[in-house]
Protein backbone atom coordinates (compact mmCIF):
# COMPACT_ATOMS: atom_id res chain seq x y z
CA UNK A 1 0.00 0.00 0.00
CA UNK A 2 2.73 2.43 0.85
CA UNK A 3 4.06 2.16 -3.08
CA UNK A 4 0.30 3.26 -4.37
CA UNK A 5 0.96 7.11 -3.49
CA UNK A 6 4.70 6.98 -5.48
CA UNK A 7 2.77 5.52 -8.65
CA UNK A 8 0.31 8.40 -8.73
CA UNK A 9 3.33 11.22 -8.17
CA UNK A 10 5.09 9.12 -10.78
CA UNK A 11 2.36 9.58 -12.94
CA UNK A 12 1.20 12.89 -12.58
CA UNK A 13 4.55 13.91 -13.08
CA UNK A 14 5.17 12.16 -16.58
CA UNK A 15 1.29 13.77 -17.59
CA UNK A 16 2.92 17.19 -16.11
CA UNK A 17 6.14 16.93 -17.90
CA UNK A 18 4.17 15.86 -21.09
CA UNK A 19 2.04 19.00 -20.37
CA UNK A 20 5.41 21.19 -20.08
CA UNK A 21 6.72 20.57 -23.22
CA UNK A 22 3.75 20.34 -25.38
CA UNK A 23 3.23 24.04 -23.91
CA UNK A 24 6.62 25.04 -24.39
CA UNK A 25 6.72 23.75 -28.37
CA UNK A 26 3.02 25.10 -28.97
CA UNK A 27 3.97 28.60 -27.70
CA UNK A 28 7.00 28.18 -30.09
CA UNK A 29 4.91 27.78 -32.94
CA UNK A 30 2.51 30.49 -32.21
CA UNK A 31 4.94 32.92 -31.50
CA UNK A 32 6.42 32.62 -35.40
CA UNK A 33 4.18 34.07 -37.87
CA UNK A 34 5.54 32.50 -40.47
CA UNK A 35 5.84 29.13 -39.67
CA UNK A 36 1.65 29.70 -38.34
CA UNK A 37 0.51 30.90 -42.16
CA UNK A 38 2.81 28.71 -44.16
CA UNK A 39 1.29 25.68 -41.95
CA UNK A 40 -1.86 26.99 -42.90
CA UNK A 41 -1.74 27.83 -46.62
CA UNK A 42 0.58 24.68 -47.33
CA UNK A 43 -2.28 22.36 -47.43
CA UNK A 44 -4.16 24.29 -49.55
CA UNK A 45 -1.34 25.19 -51.52
CA UNK A 46 -0.92 21.20 -52.47
CA UNK A 47 -4.78 19.91 -53.14
CA UNK A 48 -5.22 23.12 -55.32
CA UNK A 49 -1.90 22.43 -57.09
CA UNK A 50 -1.79 18.49 -57.29
CA UNK A 51 -5.93 18.35 -58.87
CA UNK A 52 -5.00 20.70 -61.28
CA UNK A 53 -1.80 18.79 -62.37
CA UNK A 54 -2.36 15.43 -61.57
CA UNK A 55 -6.21 15.60 -62.55
CA UNK A 56 -5.71 16.63 -65.90
CA UNK A 57 -3.58 13.20 -66.27
CA UNK A 58 -6.09 11.27 -64.78
CA UNK A 59 -8.92 12.87 -66.52
CA UNK A 60 -10.66 14.35 -64.14
CA UNK A 61 -12.12 11.22 -62.85
CA UNK A 62 -10.15 7.86 -61.15
CA UNK A 63 -12.11 4.15 -62.13
CA UNK A 64 -10.25 1.11 -60.60
CA UNK A 65 -9.55 -0.31 -57.05
CA UNK A 66 -12.00 2.75 -55.57
CA UNK A 67 -14.87 0.14 -56.84
CA UNK A 68 -16.31 2.50 -59.67
CA UNK A 69 -15.64 6.27 -61.15
CA UNK A 70 -14.90 8.52 -59.07
CA UNK A 71 -13.80 12.30 -59.03
CA UNK A 72 -10.30 12.93 -58.81
CA UNK A 73 -10.64 15.50 -56.07
CA UNK A 74 -12.12 12.91 -53.74
CA UNK A 75 -9.32 10.37 -54.85
CA UNK A 76 -6.79 13.01 -54.22
CA UNK A 77 -7.98 14.60 -50.53
CA UNK A 78 -6.80 11.61 -49.03
CA UNK A 79 -3.47 11.59 -50.27
CA UNK A 80 -2.97 15.30 -49.58
CA UNK A 81 -4.16 14.35 -45.66
CA UNK A 82 -1.15 12.02 -45.49
CA UNK A 83 1.17 14.38 -47.13
CA UNK A 84 0.41 17.33 -44.77
CA UNK A 85 1.16 14.61 -41.93
CA UNK A 86 3.78 13.40 -43.59
CA UNK A 87 5.75 17.28 -44.05
CA UNK A 88 4.15 17.91 -40.65
CA UNK A 89 6.07 15.25 -38.82
CA UNK A 90 9.46 16.09 -40.84
CA UNK A 91 9.74 19.48 -39.35
CA UNK A 92 9.93 17.34 -35.87
CA UNK A 93 13.56 16.60 -36.22
CA UNK A 94 14.47 20.14 -37.62
CA UNK A 95 12.91 21.64 -34.40
CA UNK A 96 14.58 19.22 -32.26
CA UNK A 97 18.10 20.43 -33.70
CA UNK A 98 17.01 23.67 -32.36
CA UNK A 99 16.84 22.53 -28.94
CA UNK A 100 19.96 21.42 -29.04
CA UNK A 101 22.04 24.37 -30.71
CA UNK A 102 20.44 26.37 -27.95
CA UNK A 103 21.15 24.44 -25.37
CA UNK A 104 17.74 23.81 -24.40
CA UNK A 105 17.78 19.91 -24.79
CA UNK A 106 20.81 19.74 -22.48
CA UNK A 107 19.26 21.23 -19.95
CA UNK A 108 16.10 19.03 -20.33
CA UNK A 109 18.41 15.91 -20.22
CA UNK A 110 20.10 17.40 -16.56
CA UNK A 111 16.62 17.85 -15.11
CA UNK A 112 14.48 14.69 -13.47
CA UNK A 113 12.05 15.45 -16.81
CA UNK A 114 11.02 11.94 -18.02
CA UNK A 115 12.34 11.38 -21.31
CA UNK A 116 9.11 9.74 -22.67
CA UNK A 117 7.26 12.87 -21.77
CA UNK A 118 9.91 14.94 -23.70
CA UNK A 119 9.28 12.62 -26.85
CA UNK A 120 5.69 12.72 -26.39
CA UNK A 121 4.92 16.58 -25.45
CA UNK A 122 7.05 17.93 -28.54
CA UNK A 123 5.02 14.71 -30.81
CA UNK A 124 1.09 16.01 -29.55
CA UNK A 125 2.64 19.85 -30.49
CA UNK A 126 3.04 18.43 -33.83
CA UNK A 127 -0.05 16.28 -33.89
CA UNK A 128 -2.10 18.99 -32.82
CA UNK A 129 -1.06 21.54 -36.26
CA UNK A 130 -1.30 17.99 -38.55
CA UNK A 131 -4.98 17.44 -36.83
CA UNK A 132 -5.73 21.45 -37.97
CA UNK A 133 -4.05 21.03 -41.43
CA UNK A 134 -5.80 17.94 -42.07
CA UNK A 135 -9.31 20.03 -41.12
CA UNK A 136 -8.82 22.61 -43.49
CA UNK A 137 -7.60 19.87 -46.38
CA UNK A 138 -11.35 18.15 -45.87
CA UNK A 139 -12.62 21.67 -45.45
CA UNK A 140 -11.40 23.12 -48.97
CA UNK A 141 -11.64 19.99 -51.10
CA UNK A 142 -15.87 20.13 -50.54
CA UNK A 143 -16.15 23.33 -52.75
CA UNK A 144 -13.84 22.09 -54.95
CA UNK A 145 -15.48 18.50 -55.48
CA UNK A 146 -18.84 20.52 -55.59
CA UNK A 147 -17.54 22.62 -58.27
CA UNK A 148 -15.60 19.20 -60.41
CA UNK A 149 -18.38 16.84 -60.07
CA UNK A 150 -21.03 18.52 -58.33
CA UNK A 151 -23.16 16.78 -55.10
CA UNK A 152 -23.38 16.67 -51.89
CA UNK A 153 -21.45 16.19 -48.19
CA UNK A 154 -22.44 12.22 -48.51
CA UNK A 155 -21.08 11.86 -52.25
CA UNK A 156 -18.07 13.73 -50.95
CA UNK A 157 -17.38 11.86 -47.80
CA UNK A 158 -19.59 8.92 -48.10
CA UNK A 159 -18.90 7.66 -44.24
CA UNK A 160 -20.21 11.29 -43.32
CA UNK A 161 -18.64 13.03 -40.00
CA UNK A 162 -17.45 10.07 -38.52
CA UNK A 163 -15.61 9.11 -41.41
CA UNK A 164 -13.84 12.48 -41.75
CA UNK A 165 -12.95 12.27 -38.26
CA UNK A 166 -11.65 9.37 -39.00
CA UNK A 167 -9.51 10.22 -41.81
CA UNK A 168 -8.12 13.09 -39.23
CA UNK A 169 -6.84 10.02 -37.17
CA UNK A 170 -5.56 8.13 -39.68
CA UNK A 171 -3.53 11.27 -40.68
CA UNK A 172 -2.46 11.94 -36.88
CA UNK A 173 -1.86 8.06 -36.99
CA UNK A 174 0.38 7.54 -39.93
CA UNK A 175 2.53 11.11 -38.59
CA UNK A 176 3.28 9.49 -35.15
CA UNK A 177 6.38 6.99 -36.61
CA UNK A 178 7.75 9.71 -39.14
CA UNK A 179 7.77 12.21 -36.75
CA UNK A 180 9.62 9.20 -34.34
CA UNK A 181 11.96 9.10 -37.37
CA UNK A 182 12.39 12.64 -37.77
CA UNK A 183 13.42 12.82 -33.94
CA UNK A 184 16.00 10.06 -34.29
CA UNK A 185 17.77 11.39 -37.58
CA UNK A 186 18.10 14.86 -35.47
CA UNK A 187 19.39 13.24 -32.56
CA UNK A 188 22.20 10.92 -34.78
CA UNK A 189 23.39 14.41 -37.12
CA UNK A 190 22.94 17.02 -34.60
CA UNK A 191 22.71 19.45 -37.37
CA UNK A 192 20.08 21.10 -38.83
CA UNK A 193 21.38 20.57 -42.72
CA UNK A 194 22.25 17.08 -41.98
CA UNK A 195 18.32 16.52 -40.64
CA UNK A 196 16.67 18.01 -43.46
CA UNK A 197 18.65 16.28 -46.15
CA UNK A 198 18.33 12.89 -44.03
CA UNK A 199 14.54 13.15 -44.11
CA UNK A 200 14.08 14.60 -46.99
CA UNK A 201 15.55 11.20 -48.75
CA UNK A 202 13.35 9.46 -46.91
CA UNK A 203 9.90 11.79 -47.66
CA UNK A 204 9.82 12.21 -51.43
CA UNK A 205 10.47 8.88 -52.21
CA UNK A 206 7.72 7.49 -50.02
CA UNK A 207 5.72 9.73 -51.12
CA UNK A 208 5.95 9.41 -54.95
CA UNK A 209 6.12 5.50 -54.80
CA UNK A 210 2.57 5.16 -53.53
CA UNK A 211 -0.75 5.25 -54.61
CA UNK A 212 -1.34 8.78 -53.15
CA UNK A 213 -1.59 10.35 -56.38
CA UNK A 214 -2.54 7.69 -59.21
CA UNK A 215 -3.94 3.95 -59.38
CA UNK A 216 -1.06 1.29 -58.53
CA UNK A 217 -2.59 -0.09 -61.51
CA UNK A 218 -1.56 2.50 -63.91
CA UNK A 219 2.18 2.86 -62.37
CA UNK A 220 5.29 0.66 -63.01
CA UNK A 221 5.65 -2.88 -62.35
CA UNK A 222 8.75 -2.01 -59.92
CA UNK A 223 6.96 1.51 -58.16
CA UNK A 224 3.99 -1.04 -57.94
CA UNK A 225 6.50 -3.60 -55.40
CA UNK A 226 8.27 -1.19 -53.69
CA UNK A 227 4.57 0.24 -52.74
CA UNK A 228 3.55 -2.89 -51.20
CA UNK A 229 6.28 -2.12 -48.79
CA UNK A 230 5.52 1.85 -48.69
CA UNK A 231 3.43 3.09 -44.69
CA UNK A 232 2.01 5.69 -47.02
CA UNK A 233 0.19 3.69 -49.12
CA UNK A 234 -1.55 2.27 -46.07
CA UNK A 235 -1.98 5.56 -44.91
CA UNK A 236 -3.32 6.84 -47.76
CA UNK A 237 -5.38 3.51 -48.13
CA UNK A 238 -6.93 3.93 -44.94
CA UNK A 239 -7.75 7.42 -45.35
CA UNK A 240 -9.20 6.85 -48.90
CA UNK A 241 -11.34 3.58 -47.72
CA UNK A 242 -13.12 6.04 -45.18
CA UNK A 243 -13.63 8.95 -47.94
CA UNK A 244 -15.32 6.23 -50.47
CA UNK A 245 -17.16 3.98 -47.48
CA UNK A 246 -15.75 0.95 -49.49
CA UNK A 247 -12.29 -1.62 -49.48
CA UNK A 248 -9.83 -0.16 -51.99
CA UNK A 249 -6.92 -2.15 -50.48
CA UNK A 250 -4.82 -3.47 -53.71
CA UNK A 251 -1.77 -4.60 -51.57
CA UNK A 252 -3.28 -7.42 -48.83
CA UNK A 253 -6.48 -9.52 -49.89
CA UNK A 254 -8.32 -9.67 -46.36
CA UNK A 255 -11.79 -10.13 -46.40
CA UNK A 256 -12.48 -11.66 -43.56
CA UNK A 257 -13.89 -7.78 -41.85
CA UNK A 258 -16.43 -6.80 -44.35
CA UNK A 259 -16.60 -3.66 -46.76
CA UNK A 260 -13.75 -0.78 -45.82
CA UNK A 261 -12.83 -2.50 -42.67
CA UNK A 262 -10.46 -5.37 -44.87
CA UNK A 263 -8.70 -2.21 -46.09
CA UNK A 264 -8.56 -0.26 -42.29
CA UNK A 265 -8.06 -3.20 -40.56
CA UNK A 266 -4.76 -4.24 -42.15
CA UNK A 267 -3.36 -0.59 -43.07
CA UNK A 268 -4.06 0.75 -38.96
CA UNK A 269 -2.05 -2.90 -37.61
CA UNK A 270 0.60 -2.17 -40.20
CA UNK A 271 0.70 1.68 -38.95
CA UNK A 272 0.11 0.80 -35.19
CA UNK A 273 2.74 -1.63 -35.46
CA UNK A 274 5.48 1.38 -36.81
CA UNK A 275 4.52 4.17 -34.15
CA UNK A 276 5.09 1.43 -31.19
CA UNK A 277 8.48 0.58 -32.71
CA UNK A 278 9.60 3.96 -34.21
CA UNK A 279 8.19 5.46 -31.01
CA UNK A 280 10.28 3.21 -28.61
CA UNK A 281 13.01 3.63 -30.48
CA UNK A 282 13.05 7.78 -30.00
CA UNK A 283 12.32 7.10 -26.37
CA UNK A 284 15.63 5.07 -26.64
CA UNK A 285 18.04 7.85 -28.47
CA UNK A 286 16.46 10.18 -25.91
CA UNK A 287 17.26 8.47 -22.85
CA UNK A 288 20.37 7.55 -23.61
CA UNK A 289 21.46 11.22 -24.73
CA UNK A 290 23.88 12.66 -22.33
CA UNK A 291 24.83 16.63 -21.82
CA UNK A 292 27.76 16.12 -23.39
CA UNK A 293 26.52 14.30 -26.06
CA UNK A 294 23.98 16.72 -26.64
CA UNK A 295 26.43 19.43 -27.15
Not at 276 to 287: D, N, P, R, T
Amino acid sequence: MSTEPGRKAAGNGFLTDTWVNLKRWMLKTVRNPFVMTFSLINPVMFLVLFTQVFGGVAGGAISDSVGGSASYVTYLVPAIAIQVALIGATSSGVGLVNDIESGMFEKALVSPMHRGAIFLGKSLSEVLRIVLQVCIILVVGFPMFYLDAGGSLGDYVATGVLGAIGIVCVGVLFAIWFTALSNIVALVTRDQESTMIGVNIVQFPLLFLSSAFLPLDSLPGWVQVVAAFNPVTYGVDAARALMFGRDVMTLIDVTAFGGMWNTLVPAVAVLGALDIALGALAVYFIARSTSAEAR
